[in-house]
Each structure stands twice: as C-alpha cells, then as structure tokens.
Nanobody, 125 residues
Framework: QVQLVESGGGLVQAGGSLRLSCAAS????????MAWFRQAPGKEREFVAS????????YYADSVQGRFTISRDNAKNTVYLQMNSLKPEDTAVYFC??????????????????WGQGTQVTVSS
C-alpha cells in the first residue's frame, strides 16, 4: 500500500504562483511513476504532469507546458508541482497519483493505482 497526502493549495490571483506537495508513505519502493491530475467542477479529471520515481522521464499536458514544473525529492518521498503564471482556467482540485507497476501509459488516469485526497487551487481573475 502507498499513501499520498497533498498540500499547498489555496487562492491566488491570475499570474501568481503556487507550489503543491505530495508526500508518499508506505511501500514507496514500489513506485514507478508519480503524477498530478486535476478536476474542475463539472469536468473530467485530467492529466497535468508526471515524473518517473527514478530517472528523468517527465511528461506535461500541453495546457501547462512551460508554466508548471514537476519535481521530486526521493529522500523525502515527496513530489512537487510548481505552478507559475496561473490562469483562472487552472482552478481545480489537484490530485496526486502513484503507479506501482512498470509499463503502461504515464498520462492516463486509469494507469494509476494510488490517489491522494486532493487539494483545491483557485485562481482569481
């Protein structure tokens, strides 16, 4: 089992920045990939960014490329999402996810088997 706890959400004005954190515990040595997804009211949960637990493979959604950065600190078992130049359309609940098996897609929600509880990000115009 892997437990994930997100933090760092909040209210920010358009153009501002936030950094989300996701602390992993439990069988962290089983993790292959970590990701961030988000879900706005009335919309499907969508992929934001993902990063290999070891190695450099990193993926971003087109909508956040160049504005968001995913990073990890393996010593702290924590993944971060630095969000810059925030827009009102970035408003959503942001979820951290972990995949504990190799292979498969790193951008599909269905490929992740552990999820955090989510943290709200609200960007005002």
């Amino acid at each position: 089992q892997v437990q994930l706890v997100e933090s760092g959400g909040g209210l920010v004005q358009a153009g501002g920045s936030l950094r989300l954190s996701c602390a992993a515990s439990g069988r962290t040595f089983d993790i292959y990939f970590m990701a961030w997804f988000r879900q706005a009211p009335g919309k499907e949960r969508e992929f934001v960014a993902s990063k290999a637990w070891s190695g450099s493979r990193t993926y971003y959604a087109d909508s956040v490329q160049g504005r968001f950065t995913i990073s990890r600190d393996n010593a702290k078992n924590t993944v971060y999402l630095q969000m810059n130049s925030l827009k009102p359309e970035d408003t959503a609940v942001y979820f951290c996810a972990a995949r504990t098996y190799s292979g498969g897609s790193s951008v599909l929600r269905s490929q992740y088997n552990y999820w955090g509880q989510g943290t709200q990000v609200t960007v005002s115009s």
